[in-house]
């Protein structure tokens, strides 16, 4: 499923699917709030997930 995703959304994701906020993936990957958003909300279609608990539920190893 990853292959699915583009590298930014697949390193974005990966940390969402842990429980870290938008803020604290943000953070950690020197971007801003909205656009760890953004990026999550293009993700999440091509995963087949509609929310952020979800995530959780799909294993993300490349």
Known sequence: MPA???PQE???VR???G???NRDIAARLF??????G???CK???RLGVAFRGELRDIV???
């Open 19 to 21: 429980g870290l906020s």
């Open 31 to 36: 971007l801003s709030p909205h656009t760890v």
């Open 10 to 12: 697949l390193q974005i």
């Open 38 to 40: 953004y990026h999550l």
């Open 43 to 45: 993700a999440y279609p």
């Open 60 to 62: 993300l190893f490349a």
């Open 4 to 6: 699915r995703l583009t």
């Open 15 to 17: 940390p969402a699917a």
